[in-house]
T-cell receptor, first 113, second 113 residues
Framework: SAVISQKPSRDICQRGTSLTIQCQVD?????MFWYRQQPGQSLTLIAT?????????ESGFVIDKFPISRPNLTFSTLTVSNMSPEDSSIYLCSVLTGYNEQFFGPGTRLTVL | GDSVTQMEGPVTLSEEAFLTINCTYTATGYPSLFWYVQYPGEGLQLLLKATKADDKGSNKGFEATYRKETTSFHLEKGSVQVSDSAVYFC????????????FGAGTTVTVRA
């Protein structure tokens, strides 16, 4: 398994502002992912964070709204830009281990007022 | 595309009852299948997995068998405890290149003493 931490754990933000969420892993991993879990809903993949290249976004998610950085094999950030109340969700990063298992961080609970 | 259909809850059981949560999937090729659990106030944890047909995943008294003929991966536990109260997610990883997870809607299970 992998130990994953996220910062911040929660935040309350004003609409129109941006928030950057950090994800740190205790070991080098090839693949990192960002998911969103809207209130009472399941998880939806936002993008795959690629080290050294641009992230790969899923349908319905765009780089201008959710820019992602992956400067090395243990760290990634997700920014939620120009936020609206509809962006209120839990944002989770995950990593893929050598056994094709994804482990998730504790999540960042975002509330947009 | 790949998708997971999961029995919707909520499910309420008495302690020591038998639990089944149905999960069926649609995928091209040969996906890997997973059950994740989210305990109240906690992050998402991998409960068990199966990577090929007829594989049985097991952990913490839970079991699920990969049934290709019925495209199912039902979760079972013979005798639940109050501590099993959680939200359970069925998920699949359909591609051995990008390893993206597709999640079911989640099933909330409450076990009463």
């Amino acid at each position: 398994s992998a130990v994953i931490s996220q910062k911040p754990s929660r935040d309350i933000c004003q609409r129109g502002t941006s928030l950057t969420i950090q994800c740190q892993v205790d070991s080098q991993v090839t693949m990192m992912f960002w998911y969103r879990q809207q209130p009472g809903q399941s998880l939806t993949l936002i993008a795959t964070a690629n080290q050294g290249s641009e992230a790969t976004y899923e349908s319905g998610f765009v780089i201008d709204k959710f820019p992602i950085s992956r400067p090395n094999l243990t760290f990634s950030t997700l920014t939620v830009s120009n936020m609206s109340p509809e962006d209120s969700s839990i944002y989770l990063c995950s990593v893929l281990t050598g056994y094709n298992e994804q482990f998730f961080g504790p999540g960042t609970r975002l509330t947009v007022l | 595309g790949d998708s997971v259909t999961q029995m919707e809850g909520p499910v309420t059981l008495s302690e020591e009852a038998f639990l089944t949560i149905n999960c069926t999937y649609t995928a091209t090729g040969y996906p890997s299948l997973f059950w994740y659990v989210q305990y109240p106030g906690e992050g998402l944890q991998l409960l068990l997995k199966a990577t090929k047909a007829d594989d049985k995943g097991s952990n913490k008294g839970f079991e699920a068998t990969y049934r290709k003929e019925t495209t199912s991966f039902h979760l079972e536990k013979g005798s639940v405890q109050v501590s099993d109260s959680a939200v359970y997610f069925c998920a699949l990883s359909g591609h051995r290149v990008d390893y993206k997870l597709s999640f079911g809607a989640g099933t909330t299970v409450t076990v009463r003493a």
